[in-house]
């Protein structure tokens, strides 16, 4: 079991419907990560939230909008997404700092219909 | 032996054998590196991190080894099990940002 819990495992959506991933973590870390992963590729970085704040954004689409309730929680609110949005979307968490190990959930795996 | 193409590079060891994972990183000012292994269908788990003030850290079965001055990092996984099959990535990472950028990947398959 990850201590990085997302929500839902999978999730089949039309280009036009609108639709949340959701990410919980409960171990006191103050920074969370979302992370999008294509088939047989690394991770990339979309987007860091640092004290519920977002501090990094690489340039995502504007279809993608992050939220952070609060500091235990993450969304990802998707809207009008594209065939090629479908991929494997990771939600990471971790203490301060950078130079700090992430701890990753399962992921949410999306497609796009 | 290793296998590099259009796909995920591939090591296959015998189980037992030693297996060396090699990761060239990219960033000259990267001060942090870790190693995950991905199984399928579950996310990265973390197996053991080391910062550029040393050059080798070893864990229970690992050993990372980092060489600054050509930018390589490996990681080598003693008396391989078949549970160690899975996409194993190094990650590296510059102090006081939370930008992680992730090597390529290598599918290690452990043959019995």
């Known amino acids: 079991d990850t201590e990085v819990t997302q929500t839902p495992k999978h999730l089949v959506m039309g280009m036009t419907n609108k639709k949340s991933l959701k990410c919980e973590q409960h171990m006191g870390h103050r920074a969370m990560y979302w992370y999008k992963q294509k088939a047989k590729k690394p991770p990339e970085l979309m987007f860091v939230?640092?004290?519920?704040?977002?501090?990094i954004n690489e340039s995502v689409p504007s279809r993608f909008s992050p939220e952070c309730p609060n500091s235990s929680l993450l969304n990802l609110h998707l809207h009008a997404l594209q065939p090629e949005d479908s991929a494997l979307y990771l939600c990471a968490s971790s203490q301060m700092g950078g130079d700090q190990p992430q701890h990753f959930g399962d992921g949410t795996r999306l497609s796009i219909l | 032996g290793e296998s590099v193409g259009l796909h995920l590079p591939t090591l296959s060891v015998q189980e037992g054998d030693n297996s060396i994972i090699n990761c060239a990183y990219s960033?000259?000012?990267?001060?942090?590196f870790i190693w995950y292994k991905q199984e399928s269908g579950k996310g990265p788990q973390f197996i053991i991190d080391?910062?550029?003030?040393?050059d080798k850290r070893q864990g229970q079965r690992v050993t990372v080894l980092l060489n600054k001055t050509v930018k390589h990092l490996s990681l080598q996984i003693a008396a391989t099990q078949p549970g160690d099959s899975a996409v194993y990535f190094c990650?590296?990472?510059?102090?006081?940002?939370?930008?992680?950028?992730f090597g390529t990947g290598t599918r290690l398959k452990v043959l019995a």
């Open positions: 080391i910062r550029s003030n040393m």
């Open positions: 990650a590296e990472n510059t102090s006081g940002t939370y930008k992680y950028i």
């Open positions: 939230y640092s004290y519920e704040k977002l501090s």
């Open positions: 960033n000259s000012a990267s001060d942090y």
